[in-house]
């Protein structure tokens, strides 16, 4: 994976160009840290960090392909995992090739099929073409939105993108600025973001399956793909052989590289089956698993978390024979990388949960450059206690945060004046679910369509953002295989009684991996990623919290209420779901925290 980043602009001189160029190129370094480079034509720079994983040698970017008169810049954050397919095609249409990267394909493929290109790949990416002579950009996001692309555009009329919002905003005539809608979006929804929503006043995003066309100072922009209805004429033994075939044929093509990969090991269902089939391609499979120090002494069972991970991944590492790396995390690392995560996503995130992975994929990166992640298997085969939970799944409003109206009491008066609140997240919601139309009059699988398009929509995307942003801090490319779209738009028209086959969460996809897992890895019952229970972690938080808010520099209070903050440093957050299942009492503290240190590190002005 990379960085890229551009700024469209007819007014620069050359030599502002290259000053858009030092400015803009340090800033994702960490996204490519193999390689760099940049474009420069009337009115357009390009710019590149790359992270070497295919064709190391020849790949390099930005890309240019002169092709009828016309001269194509491509800058490319991803990799496509059906290459050969659409080298196949170009080459029946008479191209030749000097690399074997997937850049040239995409570039290639761009130049031959225009926007119809998107089509034609099964892949994770962010891209953006400049035609010189047409003096257009066409830009385009993967279906599932694995990999970013934000944008803005500047004072005088600019347009600029980027992987992270901290390249955008090092643009000239681009602010750090907030309002009311963008402390809104953090206070009500966060670490959630509305799609297409960059927080900051002017930032935007492709939303997932999106892309546009920048031309003449304006940027428009269509959706190319989305999950459709359709009748589901399998029955259920060919259900199960169907997702067996893509499930094991997404992981097959998403172990090619030319460089180290390995593969995340929780013990859980979704990251067994990726370690399993990866193993059979990969020799001496390398796979890492995350503790907390002294978990074991505090770690108590609950509804989300039934037991601990240990014996689920030794069992794993058994049957795999793989090189297995533990990494335990202490609290002193856990609570100060809360910063770091910060400044990683450019916004307050999932707290720990962000930290942890972001330390977790630094001690990876010394093994491997590509790593293996089972993210989005609950959201499309039904894991979550919301899909299964009847009271829960028929709950009206976003299941995984009930807590409208707990996050609405800390935030200051003049913020929330006018707005309500309660409305202001239930219309995001009833937009979402008003996409799913019919589902043949049947009322459950109708709610389980718009449960499934709210967690593609806005669940998936808050870990989608948290893993790429984590894990290519440090350099680390990881691929979900789960996120494959055909695999997707397969899930979407399957009945929820076979996605709950026998009553047990993610059924289908256990009868599809028989053989696959050890017995008791394949029926373990679902646990989310780990978190500390070790006390000392509130402990740390509620101390920064203190200091925070009693600190002259404080900017959390320019936010929240001072006194609920002191509230809820008396255990006034106790028994509150902030988000999901990981982010409780001591995560409210730590994602406060965050709002400080975001507001600080990134010198933000709030304006009305």
């Not at 919301?386 to 299941?399: A, E, L, N, S, V």
Request: glycine share 8%; charged share 25%.
């Amino acid at each position: 994976m990379c960085g890229i980043a551009g700024m469209i602009n007819n007014s620069k001189t050359r030599e502002q160009q290259l000053g858009i160029v030092n400015s803009l190129l340090p800033v994702q370094h960490h996204r490519g840290p193999d390689n760099s480079g940049y474009y420069c034509a009337p009115g357009a720079v390009l710019i590149h960090n790359r992270l070497a994983v295919i064709d190391v040698e020849k790949g390099a970017q930005p890309m240019q392909c002169r092709h009828n008169g016309e001269n194509y810049a491509l800058v490319y954050n991803g990799e496509l995992y059906n290459s050969k397919e659409v080298k196949t095609l170009l080459a029946q249409c008479g191209w030749k090739f000097s690399t074997s990267s997937d850049t040239e394909l995409v570039l290639k493929s761009y130049i031959q099929w225009g926007a119809d290109c998107l089509q034609r790949f099964n892949g994770i990416f962010a891209f953006a073409v400049w035609e010189e002579n047409a003096h257009r950009l066409f830009a385009a996001r993967d279906r599932m939105g694995v990999k970013p692309f934000f944008y803005a555009f500047s004072d005088d009329g600019g347009f600029c993108f980027a992987s992270e919002i901290k390249a955008v905003l090092a643009a000239d005539g681009i602010k750090a600025e907030v309002d009311r809608a963008s402390l809104s979006e953090i206070m009500l929804i966060g670490p959630a973001r509305t799609p297409g929503c960059g927080i900051f006043k002017g930032v935007s995003e492709l939303k997932m399956g999106q892309c546009g066309m920048y031309e003449n100072g304006k940027f428009s922009v269509w959706d190319y793909w989305d999950v459709k209805p359709q009748e589901h004429t399998d029955s259920f033994e060919e259900t199960v052989e169907k997702v067996r075939f893509l499930v094991t044929d997404s992981i097959t093509r998403q172990t090619v590289s030319d460089v180290p990969i390995c593969c995340f090991l929780s013990g859980g269902l979704d990251s067994s089956a990726i370690c399993s089939i990866a193993a059979q391609n990969i020799p001496n499979l390398k796979t890492f698993s995350v503790e907390y120090r002294d978990n074991e002494k505090y770690f108590h069972s609950t509804k989300f978390q039934p037991d601990s991970d240990d014996e689920y991944i030794a069992e794993m590492v058994r049957y795999l024979g793989s090189e297995h790396h533990h990494v335990v995390i202490d609290t002193p690392q856990l609570g100060e990388a809360l910063y770091a995560a910060v400044e990683a996503r450019d916004l307050p995130g999932m707290a720990d949960i962000d930290s942890s992975l972001l330390l977790f994929c630094r001690e990876m990166k010394k093994y491997s450059t590509v790593a293996l992640s089972g993210e989005c298997a609950d959201e499309i085969f039904g894991g979550y206690p919301w899909y299964r939970d009847k009271d829960i799944r028929m709950t009206d409003g976003f299941p995984w945060s009930q807590s409208t109206s707990f996050r609405a009491s800390l935030m200051r008066d003049e913020i929330i004046q006018d707005l309500d609140t309660e409305k202001f997240v239930h219309d995001k919601y009833l937009f979402t679910t008003s996409k799913v139309k019919d589902s043949g009059g049947d009322p459950l699988e109708k709610r389980m369509k718009e449960m499934m398009r709210l967690n593609l929509e806005w669940f998936m995307q808050t870990l989608l953002d948290r893993k790429d942003r984590m894990s290519m801090s440090c350099g680390l490319e990881v691929r979900v295989p789960f996120c494959d779209h055909r695999i997707v738009e397969y899930l979407y028209n399957v009945p929820w009684e076979f996605k709950d086959y026998n009553g047990r969460e993610k059924g289908l996809l256990r009868y599809a991996l028989e053989g696959a897992l050890p017995q008791k890895v394949l029926w373990r019952k679902k646990s989310p990623y780990p978190k500390t229970h070790n006390p000392s972690y509130e402990k740390w938080c509620r101390d920064r919290l203190s200091e925070i808010i009693n600190d002259s520099g404080c900017r959390l209070t320019e936010v929240v209420k001072k006194e609920k903050v002191a509230d809820i440093l008396n255990g006034g957050a106790q028994g509150v779901q902030w988000y999901g299942q990981l982010m409780n009492a001591p995560q409210i503290m730590a994602y406060l925290i965050q709002i400080d240190h975001w507001l600080r590190k990134y010198r933000i002005t709030i304006t009305d």
